[in-house]
C-alpha cells in the first residue's frame, strides 16, 4: 500500500476522533433518555476553556480536565431544566448552543491566534507495527486512542453489564426502570453530566491536536450538530455510530482530496457544502420512511439485512419526562 | 406467606379510592379481588406492591409489620404485582429482561441466567420463551409468562395479577390459570387475581373480597354464583342492555356500506390477505383477535389511513381504493381509535376549539356560534366542562362522550377501536347506548375489542383474527366467549361455520 | 396570601433579568473590563442620538419579521432552525433582481421583495418536505439548509456575481439607487416601507392565528398532529403552509438587509438575526403580541454592544451572552414558577411553543405515521 494513502487514512482517523467522542457521549446521553441538543455550543466553549486552561498550566492534562468540566456543567444545566424545573430539553438545549458559541467568542477574546500547547500524535508501541492498522489507527494522539476506548468500553457497557441495562431501561422504559429499582432521575443526571464530559473531551481535542489554538469565529463550528446527526445515522449503537463519523471524516477528507487535484474544477465555495449535503442524505438514509421506499427497489436477499442495518429506533423515552407516583 | 392489611387509607384529591380497608390472605390459596372499575381493587393492590404509597394503615406479614416504598421494596418483601400492560422493555431481549432488576456483580451473567429462565419456565409449561428474541415480538400472554418467571426468580411469595386475561388466548388462559394452581395448591404462595371477569374468577379462586366505591363490601368462599358475586359488585342487579337485532326495522340495502373485495392489508406486524366483507346499513361487526393480529389493519383500511396493497374498497357503491382518510371522512365514515388523547382529541386545545375544528369550516372562524354549539353539545351528550376548558382537564369517560360529539351525528360507517377501553361500566353502557341509536338509524358499526364479551354482546357478526387469518363467525348470538377465546388462540378447525 | 403570590409572580418576571445583568457583570469583570462603563456605551450605542437610534430600528426590523414568522412555524409544532438560511435566501433573491433588473424604484423594490418572499418561501419548503414526506428533523434540516444557504451566497459573491472586471471577493457591488429602499431622513435612517410592512405583518399574524381556520388547524396541528389528522385537519398541508409562511417574512427580512441595511450581498447576511429570533420567541413564550417589544430590547443590546468593539476593544459577542442568559434564565424561572405555583395557575402560563414533556424524536416525527397515509 502506498504512503499517501495511508497517509490520507491516517488523517481520517485524527480528524473522526472529536466527532467520535462526542457523539459517543451523546449516545450514553440520549440513551439515558435526555437529549444534549447544545454540542455545537459545548464543543466551543469547552474548546476554548481547554485551550486557555492547558496555556496557563502549562500541562495539557488539566486543560483537558477543564474542558470536561465544561461540557459536564452544560449538560447538567440542560439535565437541571429538563428533569428538576420540567422544561423543554430542545429548548434549553437551543438557547446553550447559542449561548455557549458567544460566551466561548467573549471569554476567549484575548486568547485568540496564539501559539499554546498542541498534544501530537504518539505511536503506540508494538500495535503502530501492525501492517496497514498500525499507521493509520495506531500513530495517533492520545485523544484517538481514548476515542477506540470509549467505542469498545461503551458498547460493553450498555450491552454486556447490568448497569448497563438499567443504563437502556431509563431511556426505553423509566416506569419499568423505576419498578425494578433503578433510581431514574438520579441515573439520568449522572449519564447526561458523563456524557457532557466527553462532549467536553472532544472539544479539549480540537483545541489541543486536530484544530489546535483558539480563533475567532471557531474553527470547529458545524461539527456540534454533525456529531449530533451522526448519532442518529448510528441508531445509538455505538459501533454504528462510530462507523458514521469514520465515514463522515472519510467523506470529508476526499472532498479536500478532489479540491487539490488539479483536473477538477470545483470552486471551492462549493465544497464547503459537501458535508451539510451528507448531513441531510444520512438522515435521509435512515429515516423510515426512507427505508420502506429502498425497500422495493432493492433484491430480496439484501432488503432483510439492509433494514436491519439502516433501521434507527430512538430510544423510546427520549427526551419525556419520569416522575415516580 | 399470610398478609394482613389493616385500616389502610388513600386518597387522591377528593377521591377516596381506599377506604378503610382491612383483609387478611392466606397462603396457599387464590383469592380474587372483585369490584367494578373505580372500586378502588387496582389502588389496593398497587399499595400492597409498592407502585403507591399509602395515607395511613399498616400492612403485616407473617405476624410482622412491613413497611416500605417502591416496587422493589415490595419484592424484597415477597410481595410482586404483574401489571395488566407488563412492566418490560420493548427494546430488551426475553434474557435481558429477565436479568434485569436480579441482583448480580457487573457482568450480565448470561449463561446461568439462561438455564434459570429456563428451568423456571419449564416448570409452570411456558414453554415458548425464547431467550433471545425481542420483547417487541412477543405476545401479551408470552409477556405475562416472562414477568411471573421473573417475580418467582427473585423469590416472590405472593403474587398480584392485574386483570391478566385480557387480550390472551384460551390456550394461554389455561396454561395460566394451571400455573397459578400450581404456585398456590402446592408451593404455598399467596395468589391474588384482580378482575372484573366473573366467568375467571369462578373458575380459579378460592375465595372473594369485593370492594365497592373505596370500601370493603365483604370476602366470601367459593364456589359462588355470577348472580351472587354481581349482587356484591353492584348492589344490585344490572337489567340486560336491550338491543334490537339486525334487520329489525331495516331492509337489507342494494348497496353495502362498506365493501372490500379481496383486500390485502398491511399490519403492523402481520398482513391480512383476499379479505372480502360487507357489511350491511345497520350492521355491527365486532372484531376479535389477541393484539396486532391484523384486525388493527382491517380497521385503519375502513377509513383509508392504510392503503390496500391489492384489492378494492368500496364506500356507498363509490370506489374509494387509495383514497385519503379525509376523503373518508367526506363519504360519511367516523373513526375512534383506542388512545383518546394521542389519537382523536388534541391536549392543549379547549372544548370549543375541538367543536370549532369539526363544525367551522369557513376561512374566518366564528367564535360565538362555535361556543353557542359547544354548549349544547355538552349539554346533549352529557359532558360534564366548560367551553373554555382544555379537553385533558376531563375525566375519561367524560372525554369519550366528548369524541361521541365530535363525530358526526349520522355517519354512514363509524369504525372504533376499543370503544369503551379504560372505562367504568356505566360509561361503557352509554357509549353502546349511543351507538346502538346511530345504528337504528341505518348507521354500520365496525369495531375491535379485547374484551370477548363485549364483543358477544353487541356485534351481529364477528371476525376473528389470528396472525392475519380471518375466520368469520355469521351469527354473533350462536358463539360464546370460549369458542370466541380457542379461536383468537388459532384453533380453526371444528369453528362456528 | 394572594398578595404574597402576587408577590412571587413579580419577582420571577424580575429574577431572569436580575440575573443574567448579575452574570454579565460578573463575565464583564473577568475579562477585565469595567462593568459600569461596558454597560453605559451599550446605551450610547443605541440612544445617544437619532443615527444610533436608526441603527436600533434596522436590527428591530428583520428581527420583528422572523420573530413573527417563528411563531407561526412553533405554533405549528416546528423547530423551524432554517429561519437563518430562509433570509440568507431572502437576501439572494433580492439581490438578484437588485443586480439584473432595470427598472424604476417604484416597480422595482416591490418585485425584489416579492422575490425575497418566494426565496426564503422556497427554502423553507424545502425544509418541510424534509420534514413531513422524508422524515429529517426539522431541526437537522434546518441546520444543514443554513450552512447551504451560506455556501451559495458565497458562491454567488465570489463567482457569477462578480462584475466582469473583477471585484471583491468579501460582497457584491453595491446595488444601483432604484433598487435600494429610501430612508426616511438623512438624520434617521430608517425605511419607511419596511415599517409599514412590520405593521402589517404583526395584524395580519395576530388575527390569523386567533381568529382563521388556518390559525386553528395550525394549533391543533402542533399541539398533536396525529390527533389533528383523525379531525379531518390537513396536517402536511398545515406544517408546509407554516413553513412557507415564515420562511415569506424570513425572506423580507433577508431583503431588508441587502436593500437598506448593507446595499449589497455579503456572507453571512443574516447576521444571527434568524437565531435572535428564536430566542426572542422563546423568550414571549410563542405570544405574538409581546414579540415586537422583546425584538426592540434584543435589537438595543445587539445595536448598541457594536460599539463595544471601538470604544472599549471588548468582543460584541456580549450581545449575544447577555441576551443568552436572558433566555435561559427566563426558561429556569419558567419552570420554577410551575413547581410554585398552584397547577391551576401554572396553567394558564402554560403557552409555550414547546410543550414541556413533548418527546423529541430526531428521525421518527410525530407525523411519520401520517404523511404515508395521506
Known amino acids: 500500500m502506498n504512503n499517501e494513502l495511508l497517509n490520507t487514512l491516517n488523517s481520517i482517523v485524527s480528524n473522526a476522533t472529536p466527532l467520535v467522542i462526542a457523539s459517543i457521549g451523546e449516545t450514553l446521553t440520549e440513551r439515558a433518555g435526555v437529549t444534549n441538543l447544545s454540542l455545537d455550543g459545548s464543543i466551543i466553549l469547552s474548546a476554548m476553556v481547554g485551550f486557555v486552561a492547558a496555556l496557563a498550566s502549562g500541562s495539557a492534562l488539566v486543560g483537558i480536565i477543564a474542558a470536561m468540566i465544561v461540557g459536564a456543567l452544560v449538560a447538567l444545566i440542560i439535565a437541571f431544566a429538563g428533569i428538576t424545573l420540567r422544561q423543554d430539553q430542545v429548548a434549553v438545549g437551543f438557547v446553550l448552543t447559542l449561548l455557549a458559541a458567544d460566551l466561548a467568542q467573549f471569554l476567549g477574546q484575548s486568547y485568540t491566534r496564539i501559539p499554546g500547547p498542541q498534544i501530537l500524535s504518539s505511536p503506540l508501541p508494538v500495535f503502530s507495527q501492525l501492517p496497514v492498522i498500525g499507521p493509520v489507527f495506531f500513530d495517533q494522539s492520545i485523544f484517538a486512542y481514548l476515542s477506540y476506548i470509549l467505542i469498545f468500553g461503551s458498547w460493553y457497557w450498555l450491552f454486556r453489564t447490568r448497569p448497563g441495562l438499567a443504563h437502556r431501561a431509563i431511556g426505553e422504559r423509566p416506569e419499568t426502570a423505576f419498578a425494578r429499582g433503578t433510581r431514574v432521575n438520579v441515573l439520568r443526571y449522572v449519564y447526561t453530566a458523563v456524557g457532557g464530559s466527553l462532549v467536553g473531551m472532544a472539544g479539549a481535542a480540537y483545541s489541543l491536536s486536530v484544530k489546535a489554538g483558539w480563533a475567532t469565529p471557531p474553527n470547529m463550528a458545524g461539527d456540534g450538530w454533525i456529531a449530533l446527526a451522526i448519532v442518529i445515522f448510528g441508531g445509538w449503537h455505538p459501533f454504528r455510530v462510530a462507523l458514521g463519523a469514520y465515514l463522515f471524516a472519510g467523506l470529508r477528507v476526499l472532498a479536500t482530496v478532489i479540491q487539490r487535484s488539479p483536473d477538477v474544477n470545483i470552486p471551492v465555495v462549493l465544497l464547503n457544502g459537501v458535508p451539510w449535503l451528507l448531513m441531510i442524505v444520512t438522515l435521509l438514509l435512515v429515516s423510515s420512511g426512507s427505508i420502506e421506499r429502498l425497500m422495493h427497489v432493492l433484491p430480496r436477499p439484501v432488503q432483510k439485512w439492509s433494514r436491519n442495518f439502516l433501521r434507527s429506533d430512538p430510544p423510546a423515552a427520549l427526551g419525556t419526562r419520569f416522575e415516580p407516583d | 406467606m399470610n398478609i394482613e392489611l389493616r385500616h389502610i387509607h388513600k386518597r387522591f384529591g377528593p377521591v377516596h379510592a381506599n377506604n378503610d380497608i382491612n383483609l387478611t390472605f392466606q397462603g396457599g390459596r387464590i383469592i380474587g379481588i372483585l369490584g367494578e372499575n373505580g372500586a378502588g381493587k387496582s389502588t389496593l393492590m398497587k399499595i400492597l406492591s409498592g407502585f403507591q404509597s399509602l395515607d395511613s394503615g399498616e400492612i403485616w406479614m407473617d405476624g410482622q409489620r412491613v413497611d416500605y416504598t417502591g416496587p422493589e421494596a415490595a419484592i424484597e418483601h415477597g410481595v410482586g404485582m404483574l401489571q395488566q400492560d407488563p412492566l418490560d422493555v420493548a427494546a430488551f431481549t426475553v434474557l435481558e429482561n429477565f436479568i434485569y432488576g436480579q441482583r448480580g456483580g457487573l457482568s450480565l451473567g448470561r449463561k446461568a441466567a439462561r438455564d434459570r429462565l429456563k428451568e423456571i419456565s419449564w416448570r409452570f409449561g411456558f414453554f415458548d420463551l425464547d431467550p433471545d428474541t425481542p420483547i417487541a415480538q412477543l405476545s401479551i400472554g408470552q409477556r405475562q409468562q416472562l414477568e411471573i418467571v421473573r417475580l418467582l426468580s427473585q423469590g416472590v411469595k405472593t403474587l398480584i395479577l392485574d386483570e391478566p386475561t385480557t387480550g390472551i388466548s384460551a390456550e394461554q388462559k389455561v396454561v395460566l390459570f394451571n400455573a397459578l394452581r400450581e404456585l398456590a395448591h402446592n408451593e404455598g404462595m399467596t395468589v391474588l387475581l384482580v378482575s372484573h371477569k366473573l366467568e375467571d374468577v369462578i373458575a380459579l379462586c378460592d375465595e372473594v373480597a ?253 371476525l376473528v383474527f389470528y396472525a392475519g387469518r380471518v375466520t368469520e363467525i355469521p351469527d354473533a348470538s350462536r358463539t360464546n366467549i370460549d369458542e370466541l377465546g380457542r379461536l383468537i388462540g388459532g384453533h380453526s378447525d371444528g369453528a362456528a361455520q | 396570601m394572594k398578595n404574597r403570590s402576587l408577590a412571587l409572580q413579580i419577582g420571577l418576571t424580575v429574577l431572569p433579568i436580575l440575573l443574567s445583568l448579575v452574570i454579565t457583570t460578573l463575565l464583564i469583570l473577568a475579562v477585565g473590563s469595567d462593568p459600569r462603563a461596558v454597560f453605559q456605551n451599550v446605551w450610547e450605542g443605541a440612544f445617544r442620538d437619532s443615527r444610533a437610534f436608526a441603527g436600533v430600528v434596522n436590527f428591530w426590523i428583520p428581527l420583528t419579521l422572523c420573530s413573527l414568522g417563528l411563531i407561526i412555524t412553533f405554533t405549528a409544532g416546528l423547530w423551524n432552525i432554517g429561519v437563518e438560511g430562509q433570509m440568507a435566501m431572502g437576501a439572494v433573491f433580492a439581490s438578484w433582481a437588485a443586480l439584473s433588473f432595470r427598472l424604476p424604484a417604484p416597480v422595482l423594490v416591490p418585485v425584489e421583495i416579492v422575490l425575497a418572499m418566494i426565496g426564503g418561501a422556497l427554502w423553507a419548503l424545502l425544509a418541510g418536505v424534509l420534514k413531513t414526506r422524508l422524515g429529517v428533523h426539522e431541526i437537522f434540516g434546518g441546520v444543514a439548509l443554513n450552512a447551504l444557504a451560506n455556501v451559495v451566497s458565497i458562491y454567488l459573491i465570489s463567482g457569477p456575481w462578480q462584475p466582469p472586471e473583477g471585484g471583491s471577493v468579501r460582497a457584491t457591488p453595491p446595488f444601483p439607487t432604484d433598487a435600494l429602499l429610501p430612508p426616511l431622513s438623512d438624520e434617521f435612517k430608517v425605511s419607511l416601507l419596511a415599517l409599514v410592512i412590520v405593521g402589517v405583518v404583526f395584524l395580519a399574524v395576530v388575527l390569523a392565528l386567533r381568529g382563521t381556520r388556518w390559525g386553528l388547524e395550525l394549533k391543533a396541528t402542533g399541539k398533536n398532529a396525529r390527533s389533528a389528522l383523525l379531525l379531518g385537519v390537513p396536517t402536511e398541508r398545515s406544517a408546509l403552509s407554516a413553513f412557507i409562511a415564515c420562511g415569506m417574512l424570513a425572506g423580507i427580512a433577508g431583503s431588508y438587509r441587502v436593500l437598506f441595511t448593507y446595499g449589497n450581498l455579503r456572507p453571512l447576511v443574516s447576521g444571527g438575526i434568524g437565531f435572535l429570533g428564536l430566542l426572542v420567541v422563546l423568550l414571549v413564550a410563542n405570544r405574538a403580541l409581546w414579540a415586537p417589544v422583546v425584538a426592540f430590547v434584543f435589537a438595543a443590546i445587539l445595536g448598541g454592544s457594536a460599539r463595544l468593539k471601538v470604544a472599549m476593544q471588548l468582543d460584541a459577542s456580549l450581545a449575544g451572552v447577555l441576551q443568552g442568559f436572558l433566555v435561559l434564565m427566563a426558561l429556569l424561572t419558567n419552570g420554577l414558577r410551575a413547581r410554585l405555583t398552584p397547577p391551576a395557575q401554572a396553567d394558564s402560563r402554560d403557552e409555550t411553543p414547546h410543550r414541556s414533556g413533548e418527546t423529541f424524536q430526531p428521525i421518527t416525527p410525530p407525523s411519520q405515521e401520517i404523511k404515508a397515509h395521506e
Not at chain 2, 352529557?382 to 382544555?390: F, K, L, M, T
Not at chain 2, 375489542?449 to 364483543?455: T, V
Request: net charge positive.
Open chain 2, 210 to 462: 369485593v370492594l365497592r366505591a373505596g370500601r370493603l363490601v365483604g370476602t366470601r368462599a367459593m364456589p359462588a354464583t355470577t348472580r351472587e358475586l354481581v349482587a356484591m359488585m353492584f348492589g344490585q342487579e344490572l337489567p340486560p342492555v336491550k338491543r334490537e337485532p339486525v334487520g329489525e326495522g331495516l331492509r337489507p340495502s342494494p348497496t353495502p356500506a362498506i365493501e372490500l373485495d379481496r383486500a390485502q392489508l398491511r399490519g403492523k406486524r402481520v398482513t391480512v390477505s383476499e379479505l372480502s366483507l360487507r357489511v350491511q346499513p345497520g350492521e355491527i361487526i365486532g372484531l376479535a383477535g389477541l393484539e396486532g393480529s391484523g384486525q388493527e389493519a382491517l380497521l385503519r383500511a375502513c377509513v383509508g389511513l392504510i392503503k390496500p396493497q391489492a384489492g378494492r374498497i368500496q364506500l356507498c357503491g363509490e370506489d374509494v381504493t387509495g383514497k385519503s382518510y379525509r376523503h373518508f371522512l367526506r363519504c360519511g365514515c367516523a373513526f375512534g381509535a383506542a388512545g383518546r388523547l394521542e389519537e382523536g382529541l388534541v391536549g392543549g386545545l379547549t372544548l370549543t376549539e375541538h367543536i370549532a375544528l369539526v363544525n367551522e369550516y369557513q376561512p374566518v372562524v366564528d367564535w360565538n356560534r362555535a361556543r353557542r354549539l359547544t354548549q349544547e353539545q355538552l349539554k346533549q351528550y352529557n359532558v360534564r366542562g366548560r367551553p373554555d376548558s382544555r379537553i385533558e382537564t376531563l375525566s375519561g369517560g367524560n372525554q369519550q362522550r366528548m369524541l361521541m360529539a365530535l363525530m358526526p351525528p349520522k355517519p354512514v360507517l363509524m369504525v372504533l377501536e376499543q370503544p369503551t377501553r379504560g372505562l367504568d361500566v356505566d360509561s361503557a353502557r352509554w357509549i353502546w347506548q349511543q351507538l346502538l341509536e346511530r345504528r337504528a338509524t341505518g348507521t354500520a358499526i365496525i369495531f375491535s375489542s379485547p374484551e370477548l364479551d363485549e364483543i358477544v354482546t353487541y356485534s351481529d357478526r364477528i
